[in-house]
């Protein structure tokens, strides 16, 4: 009996700290992000990991690709431009920028 409550304990603690990360891919799903980039991968721009790391330890970070999110950009990662997304509002694209440079 212990084994079974210890398990499920485990899992719900997984679950629980899962969610915040799931919930944002969410979002960037929802949000059309997942069109051009990915997590792990290059596709048409670069990875979510690729973006974290070129911004670590840059205090403004979040809200730099914030702004980068809503109004698009070009130049930094090549000759494809970063397209506008007027569907973000602020708080979406703070949301996904501070997920972004939680990948590792």
């Not at 970070?61 to 431009?81: E, N, Y």
Request: charge should be positive.
């Amino acid at each position: 009996m212990k084994r079974v409550f210890l398990a499920i304990a485990t899992l719900a603690a997984g679950v629980v700290a899962s969610s915040p990360a799931l919930a944002d891919l969410q979002l960037a799903t929802a949000k059309n992000c997942m069109a051009c980039h990915a997590v792990a991968t290059k596709l048409v721009g670069p990875s979510f990991k690729d973006i974290a790391a070129k911004y670590a330890g840059q205090k403004d970070a979040v809200d730099k690709l914030a702004g980068k999110i809503i109004k698009g950009g070009s130049g930094v990662w090549g000759p494809v431009p970063m397209p506008a997304n007027a569907q973000v509002n602020d708080a979406e694209a703070k949301k996904l920028a501070a997920w972004v440079m939680t990948q590792k």
